[in-house]
């Protein structure tokens, strides 16, 4: 069946570094795919999107990378802020207008 | 800037017991969403709603909910009788097109005793 996952739980990184999250997923003819940012006790934010005809989209700081052959879907952020402390999840485009959360990896920035 | 709002912020309620969860979409938005994320897990679809109607529900979204659209701004979750497993925190989301970046609500912490 369909599913998104995770590789890591936690990510540790030092301010200023670039940090990569991944994600994985299983249905190959999903076509339209998101990363959310969720802080602790608000919904998920938006961060980037990416559609499944290109392999790179870039955003202010960040980038997306979609790799087809292996269904594999990373989040890169460029010189990481402590506001960058959250958890990131990724979300594949099910049927029609539903979308499949991964579970999240945890982003700790430290000072 | 727009945002979608949500209430309350925390329902408490009794097993069996109707619960609403209130959601305010973005104005110009014509797709609505019910997500629910179970404290640790991920993040799951429940319904889409557009043009007045369900366009696609999970497995979860069985008989004991129902969404509607009262009126031109409000849209609305009711779960009928609550069991202690629907216990989560709920967001709503709105999009201008269906295939465009959804907004979320803050969410409603619901907790069933």
């Known amino acids: 069946g369909e599913s998104v996952g995770l590789h890591l739980p936690t990510l540790s990184v030092q301010e200023g570094d670039n940090s990569i999250i991944n994600c994985a997923y299983s249905n190959s003819a999903s076509d339209y795919f998101i990363w959310y940012k969720q802080e602790s006790g608000k919904g998920p934010q938006f961060i980037i999107d990416?559609?499944?005809?290109?392999d790179k989209r870039q955003g202010q700081r960040v980038t997306v990378l979609l790799n087809k052959t292996v269904k594999h879907l990373s989040l890169q952020i460029a010189a990481t802020q402590p506001g960058d402390s959250a958890v990131y999840f990724c979300a594949e485009r099910g049927q029609g207008f539903s979308f499949i959360f991964g579970k999240g990896t945890r982003l700790l920035v430290k000072p | 800037e727009p945002e979608v709002t949500q209430t309350p912020s925390h329902q408490v309620t009794q097993m069996g017991q109707e619960v609403i969860l209130r959601c305010v979409p973005i104005?110009?938005?014509?797709?609505f969403y019910w997500y629910r994320q179970i404290l640790g897990q991920k993040v799951e679809f429940l319904v889409s709603?557009?043009?007045?109607?369900?366009?696609?529900k999970s497995e979860i979204f069985d008989d004991q909910f129902s969404v509607e659209r009262p009126d031109g701004s409000n849209f609305t979750l009711k779960i009928r009788s609550t069991k202690l497993e629907d216990s989560a925190m709920y967001f709503c989301?709105?999009?201008?097109?269906?295939?465009?970046?959804?907004?979320f609500g803050p969410g409603t912490r619901l907790t069933v005793l």
């Open positions: 709603f557009y043009n007045n109607e369900i366009s696609e």
């Open positions: 104005s110009n938005h014509l797709y």
């Open positions: 989301a709105s999009s201008g097109q269906g295939d465009n970046e959804q907004f």
């Open positions: 990416i559609r499944s005809n290109m």
